[in-house]
């Protein structure tokens, strides 16, 4: 069986709003344009799953439209065949949005019938792996969609997603599970709704080390459905300063951090699903996992790691929370100080990426993927002094790298329920521990090949992978 699901620019479900929900009180219409993520099999349940991402919507204007009234709407169908020719060549789908504003909260048949014709039409027209997509909006506000994958087979969208400072999931239907009492604290503060959406998501944790121990302690005790953990790196014993669960029988052993991390979620028996991958994210197995989040945390302490991520997030609409902690010691005076700066910064559409925001460096992450696929070439250029060498061990103390996944937590909660206010999300926090100070930088705009990019938001699949020659 194969799955569906959407996500969009907040951006885009607002014009889709105003376009077909208008005060006349009449059905309107719009095409919209569509990146595809299709996922081979999905990590928790092994099921195909295709995601549709909304690059363009394109209101059906007056001259189009043939009859219109508050039970329907007719328009011709020349410029869909010429949307279809411009999708052919961009590797794009194309679909339709229409409102009943006053007629029935579904689908109705007229509705079935016409959307048969077009899925027909589109696959004439681009051949048989061609997808038709239609979203409904209702008087009510609320908006289904379905993809028709021929003229005689659709699916229902499961979950629309936006994305902006304020996350928001349009299900279907709601979770018909009953409510466990271990979320009831947490429901009086964030709300049944909070609980709910926590155990729907599918939330991808990249780094089970310093940072992404904690923030894994966390997300399992606040209930989340399903989580895919991704960290090539065994125990070691620096690790056990700082990484939850873990002991010296893991690290005499070289115990999997993956596998500590599903063991420690295991043992709190709250019914979080878990997926594990024991290899660097840039691996073919990963993809399909990573393609399949809804929210992905990054833990990961390596530039080329964070660059993969930094992609994603534009090409896929899955907002990132990457997570950074640097601690160094200095001498102030002659006096030994501890100075510590934890930063949260998130990935997604309409925020500045972590190359414009100078966070991750190119030239760094060249030099990581090299050690990595030609491990005997690294060693060469590092005796030669092209290279970098390892470097000394960073100091880590488990309250900082806590705090950090905390202030992760605490953005992901902003920006599922607004605890803040409805303007309170932050993009880039950076704690100074020394100051007991936060601070917001900035980032110059810039003509960003990733983040300022119109081509790459919402592209989905593309050959190679995220646009990677490597």
């Known amino acids: 069986m194969t799955r569906a699901d959407l996500a969009a620019q907040e951006a885009h479900l607002r014009l889709l709003k105003a376009e077909l929900l208008r005060a006349d009180g009449k059905e309107h219409a719009a095409y919209v344009i569509f990146g595809v993520s299709r996922i081979a099999s999905d990590p928790f349940t092994g099921e195909g799953r295709v995601r549709l991402l909304i690059k363009d919507v394109l209101p059906v204007e007056r001259d189009e439209i043939t009859s219109s009234d508050d039970r329907h709407i007719s328009w011709k169908t020349n410029r869909f065949v010429s949307l279809l020719a411009e999708a052919s060549r961009a590797g794009h789908q194309v679909?339709?949005?229409?409102?009943?504003?006053?007629?029935?909260?579904?689908?109705?048949?007229?509705?079935?019938?016409?959307?048969?014709?077009?899925?027909?039409?589109?696959?004439?027209?681009?051949?048989?792996?061609?997808?038709?997509?239609?979203?409904?909006?209702?008087?009510?506000?609320?908006?289904?969609?379905?993809?028709?994958?021929?003229?005689?087979?659709?699916?229902?969208?499961?979950?629309?997603?936006?994305?902006?400072?304020?996350?928001?999931?349009?299900?279907?239907?709601?979770?018909?599970?009953?409510?466990?009492?271990?979320?009831?604290?947490?429901?009086?503060?964030?709300?049944?709704?909070?609980?709910?959406?926590?155990?729907?998501?599918?939330?991808?944790?990249?780094?089970?080390?310093?940072?992404?121990?904690?923030?894994?302690?966390?997300?399992?005790?606040?209930?989340?459905?399903?989580?895919?953990i991704f960290d090539p790196d065994h125990v070691e014993p620096s690790n056990l300063n700082r990484l939850y669960g873990a002991t010296h029988a893991d690290a005499a052993k070289g115990v999997m951090k993956v596998e500590v991390a599903e063991r420690e979620i295991g043992r709190m028996g709250l019914g979080t699903q878990v997926a594990t991958f024991n290899e660097w994210i840039g691996a073919p197995a990963c993809r399909d996992a990573l393609k399949s989040m809804d929210m992905i945390f990054g833990c990961t302490d390596d530039h080329d790691g964070r660059i993969l991520l930094n992609r994603l997030a534009y090409y896929y609409l899955i907002p990132v929370i990457d997570l950074g902690l640097a601690l160094r010691v200095a001498d102030r005076e002659g006096e030994r100080v501890l100075e510590g700066d934890g930063r949260v910064t998130v990935l997604e559409p309409g925020a500045s990426c972590l190359i414009c925001r100078r966070i991750v460096n190119p030239a760094l992450a060249a030099e990581e993927a090299l050690r990595r696929n030609d491990p005997a070439e690294f060693d060469r250029r590092k005796a030669e002094a092209y290279v970098r060498g390892e470097g000394n061990p960073a100091p880590a103390v488990v309250s900082f790298t806590t705090s950090v996944a905390t202030m992760g937590i605490e953005e992901m909660i902003q920006r599922l329920q607004q605890f803040r206010g409805g303007a309170g999300a932050i993009a880039n926090r950076v704690r100074k521990f020394g100051q007991v100070e936060d601070f917001r930088p900035g980032a110059a705009r810039q003509p960003c090949r990733v983040c300022n990019t119109p081509t790459i938001v919402g592209a989905g699949d593309v050959v190679p992978f995220l646009g990677r020659a490597g």
């Open 95 to 228: 679909g339709i949005a229409h409102s009943h504003p006053t007629g029935p909260a579904g689908f109705s048949s007229q509705d079935d019938r016409n959307e048969a014709e077009l899925a027909r039409l589109a696959q004439n027209r681009n051949g048989e792996d061609a997808l038709m997509v239609s979203l409904l909006l209702c008087g009510t506000g609320e908006i289904q969609g379905r993809v028709w994958t021929s003229p005689d087979s659709v699916i229902d969208l499961e979950v629309i997603r936006s994305v902006s400072q304020n996350w928001r999931f349009h299900r279907r239907e709601d979770d018909a599970c009953p409510e466990d009492p271990a979320m009831d604290r947490q429901g009086l503060a964030l709300g049944v709704s909070f609980n709910r959406t926590m155990k729907s998501l599918r939330i991808g944790v990249v780094g089970a080390g310093g940072t992404g121990s904690p923030l894994l302690q966390q997300l399992g005790r606040m209930g989340v459905g399903h989580l895919a």
